[in-house]
């Protein structure tokens, strides 16, 4: 379950024109995941976050985290990437340097055996005019395995001539400059994000479903809260996906999708929060339909039930019952009436 604050965040976050195109991406399927890209300046980029907010690469980066932060997002481990531990740049070299001197200018040296007379070298002292010839007998030699094999390599410094097996590993920040080891090196850890599914449903009911019907709403001159709460008479907090305002008028409404009709369980619980609440009037919208039971059970609790195939219809239908009279004194008929 979400926290209250996280809630509250995440329908802050919902009303953002920036966030709304994003999400409906993912709704719509066009965005599965966020993946990200790597940058030398930015270290990590998500373009398709970009887009929603006009090219912003930092906006974008800062929003996909606060995603995830609110719980829309889940992410997932994608890599690593090393940054100068000094300015944070993910601009770094990864050199090898001479264990005798620290110059970066070594080379690997390869040695190999001319097979017949055993002469041992690096193969610069047998490469003449870009073929093999052995220093020592001045013999050709074209067969590996053969004629010659390779005995393994080693590393020299072009700077001091020491030999060496294995060179250091260090850094160099070609942002700043900095030269550091492994030891103090620094690492950010990048991410893919998805929507989660708790944040999908919620959205799709508060900002996809919801929109046609509040929009009817405003058009009548109520003041919405999407979604919204209200203090019942026990002092409870009651969570409605719509809580329209005007004057002393208050209306709750919610909405219920479902690929099946509704049975009469969401009468009953929305009747539990509107018995508490005492409002002008109760809406559920059903998609698509409720049972009978249900729509029975609405017009006993004095809810007004509204069918319809989509959000959209249903606006049309929330219109038309604006047109008869209030439902005023429900507390008072409420109360008469089992749970």
Avoid at 74 to 84: A, D, P, Q, S, T
Wanted: glycine content about 6%; charged content about 25%; hydrophobic content about 40%.
């Amino acid at each position: 379950m979400f926290e209250t604050v996280a809630t509250k965040d995440r329908q802050s976050l919902y009303q953002d024109p920036g966030v709304q195109l994003l999400l409906n991406k993912f709704v719509k399927g066009d965005i599965v995941e966020l993946v990200p890209s790597f940058d030398l300046e930015h270290t990590v980029r998500y373009p398709e976050a970009e887009i929603a907010l006009d090219g912003d690469i930092t906006a974008a980066k800062q929003l996909v985290e606060r995603l995830w932060d609110v719980g829309i997002f889940k992410r997932k481990f994608f890599e690593k990437i090393l940054v100068c531990p000094t300015c944070f740049s993910a601009n770094v070299s990864n050199d090898y340097v001479c264990p005798n001197c620290n110059s970066i200018d070594i080379e690997r040296k390869t040695l190999l055996e001319h097979t017949s007379c055993g002469t041992i070298e690096s193969v610069d002292n047998f490469l003449v005019e870009g073929i093999l010839v052995c220093p020592k007998c001045g013999r050709e030699l074209v067969e590996a395995g053969i004629d010659y094999q390779k005995l393994g390599s080693w590393f020299q410094c072009s700077q001091c001539g020491k030999r060496s097996d294995i060179p250091n590993p260090i850094h160099r920040c070609r942002n700043c400059g900095h030269i550091f080891t492994i030891r103090d090196t620094g690492f950010v850890s990048v991410y893919t994000y998805r929507l989660s599914s708790d944040a999908e449903e919620e959205f799709k009911r508060s900002y996809v479903l919801m929109k046609p019907i509040g929009a009817v709403l405003e058009g009548l001159g109520f003041m919405l809260d999407m979604p919204g709460q209200v203090a019942g008479r026990s002092g409870v907090l009651h969570r409605f996906d719509t809580v329209a305002t005007k004057g002393s008028e208050v209306i709750v409404l919610d909405l219920i999708a479902s690929d099946k009709q509704i049975e009469e369980a969401a009468i009953a619980s929305l009747y539990a929060k509107v018995f508490d609440v005492a409002p002008s009037r109760a809406f559920l919208i059903a998609i698509p339909s409720l049972s009978d039971k249900a729509r029975k059970l609405a017009g006993l609790y004095r809810i007004s039930a509204i069918e319809a195939g989509t959000s959209q219809d249903a606006s049309i239908l929330l219109r038309d019952k604006f047109d008869w009279p209030d439902l005023t004194g429900i507390d008072d008929a409420a109360s008469d009436l089992p749970l």
